[in-house]
C-alpha cells in the first residue's frame, strides 16, 4: 500500500508539532511526502506531478495546522489546480481518478479539542470545520478515513506539547501500518 | 454606514457572475470594493491597509466562486495575515477590533443550490460548507448575516444564467441599503 501525505505548513522551520510528526513519518516506508510550501514556495504547482504521485497512491493524508478553522491557503490552490476536470471529477466515470482511495486528515489545531462545541466562542465541532475537505472526499468519490488531531501551539505547555506530539505521531503511524 | 467587499476571485477578467456583480456594487455610494486577485497579483497583503478599510467598515461582504466548498486561496492568505493577534482576537477585549462588525457571504457555485444535500454526491448542505467562515465570525466577536447565493458557469444556460445574476446583485444591493 503506498501512502502520499501533503504537508501544508507555511513556515516548516519555525513549527513545532508538524516539524516532529513529519520528520517521523518521513523515514516509514512507502510513504511520500510533498511538503507543498517547500516544493512550491512560488505557488505554482507541478499539476502533472502531483496526479502522477495521487494515482500511485492508496492512502492520501493531508497534513496540516489548522488556522482560522481551515488549512493554510496552499493547500486550496492544490486542491483547485491538481483536482481538475477530468482527474478529480468529470462527466464520465473514467474521470474520477481518485474513486476509491482514501482520505486521512492529520491536524493540529492551536485550540484545544474540547473547544470546539456549541456555546464557545468557536460554536461548532471541530468535525463541522472539516465540512469543505469532506464534501472534496465524497464529491471525488474518495473514502474518507476520518482525522487524527493533536494541540499544538501557542495554548499548550512543554510537557503536554510532546505527550501530544508523540501521541499525535503513534496514532498516524499505527494507521499507516494497519492500512 | 460603510460597506467593505473583498472579492477573492483569481480570474476576473474570465468571470462571468462575479464581475458582472461587482460591476454593478462598485457604484453603489459607501461601498468600497477590494479586489484581492488584483491588488494582491504577488499575494503579499497590504496587511494595515486592509486593517484600516476593515476598522472603517460596518458591513463586510466576502464575495467568491465557491469551488472545491471553499473560497479561492486567497481569502485564506488574507485571513491569515490581516487577522492577526491584536487586532482579530486575543487575550483583550480591546484585541477584537472587529466585534459588532457584520459580515455577509456573496458566493457563486458551479453546483446548483439543490445539490447540496445529504444523499447526493456533495452529502452536506451549502450552509455547512461555510462552517469555517461563520467560525472566524464567531471567534472574532463579528455577527454573522448569512449568505446570498447564485448558481453560476458551467452548469447554467445562458438565459438561466442573466436572471441567477440580476437576482443576486439585486438582492446584494437590496441588503445594503437596507442595512
Redesign the interface.
Known amino acids: 500500500m503506498n501512502t502520499l501525505l501533503l504537508l501544508a505548513h507555511?513556515n516548516l522551520e519555525s513549527s513545532i508539532s508538524n516539524r516532529r510528526i513529519i520528520e517521523t513519518i518521513s523515514s516509514l516506508k512507502d510513504v511520500e511526502v510533498h511538503s507543498l510550501y517547500n516544493l512550491y514556495a512560488d505557488?505554482k504547482i507541478d499539476v502533472a506531478a502531483e496526479q502522477e504521485s495521487l494515482v500511485k497512491s492508496d492512502l492520501i493524508i493531508f497534513q496540516f495546522p489548522m488556522?482560522?478553522?481551515?488549512?493554510?491557503?496552499?493547500l486550496?490552490?492544490w486542491?483547485?489546480q491538481v483536482?481538475s476536470p477530468g482527474f478529480g471529477f468529470g462527466a464520465a466515470q473514467e474521470d474520477f481518478k481518485l474513486k476509491g482511495k482514501n482520505l486521512l486528515l492529520s491536524i493540529t489545531t492551536g485550540g484545544k479539542r474540547e473547544k470546539y462545541h456549541v456555546g464557545n466562542?468557536?460554536?461548532?465541532t471541530l468535525d463541522?470545520?472539516l465540512?469543505?475537505l469532506?464534501?472534496?472526499v465524497?464529491?471525488c468519490?474518495m473514502t474518507y478515513k476520518g482525522y487524527i488531531q493533536s494541540n499544538g501551539r501557542p495554548f499548550t505547555e512543554k510537557e503536554d506539547l510532546d505527550k501530544e506530539i508523540i501521541n499525535h505521531t503513534e496514532k498516524l503511524i499505527a494507521f499507516i501500518k494497519d492500512f
Open positions: 507555511p505557488k488556522f482560522w478553522f481551515s488549512a493554510p491557503p496552499i486550496k490552490t486542491q483547485d483536482l466562542s468557536y460554536n461548532y463541522e470545520t465540512r469543505p469532506q464534501m472534496m465524497n464529491y468519490k
